[in-house]
Nanobody, 119 residues
Framework: QVQLVESGGGLVQTGGSLRLSCAAS????????MGWYRQGPGLQRELVAT???????NYADSVKGRFTISRDSAKNTVNLQMNSLEPEDTAVYYC?????????????WGLGTQVTVSS
């Protein structure tokens, strides 16, 4: 199993910045892709950004140019630098890891961290 713990959420004004971090523990050697997803009020959970074990990144169009995902495989962490935040970015942000368990890739989730952007 893989355990994920997020940190770094909070309240920020429009145009501000926040940095989210996610620490993985457990079967970290089996992790391939890691990423961040978010769920706004009344909305479905959506992809924000992912990063592969080879550091290939993928971003939602809504955050391109504002958010940057990075990964420290030695420390088993993934970070999300969020700049130029907008009220539409308000959501619970979840860390995700895809890990190989008994020959099958499984998805693991953190409990989430709240990000609130005030206008």
């Amino acid at each position: 199993q893989v355990q994920l713990v997020e940190s770094g959420g909070g309240l920020v004004q429009t145009g501000g910045s926040l940095r989210l971090s996610c620490a993985a523990s457990g079967r970290t050697f089996s992790i391939s892709t890691m990423g961040w997803y978010r769920q706004g009020p009344g909305l479905q959970r959506e992809l924000v950004a992912t990063i592969s074990s080879g550091d290939t990144t993928n971003y939602a169009d809504s955050v391109k140019g504002r958010f940057t995902i990075s990964r420290d495989s030695a420390k088993n962490t993934v970070n999300l630098q969020m700049n130029s935040l907008e009220p539409e970015d308000t959501a619970v942000y979840y860390c995700n890891a895809e890990a190989l368990v008994r020959g099958v890739f499984r998805s693991f989730w953190g409990l989430g961290t709240q990000v609130t952007v005030s206008s």
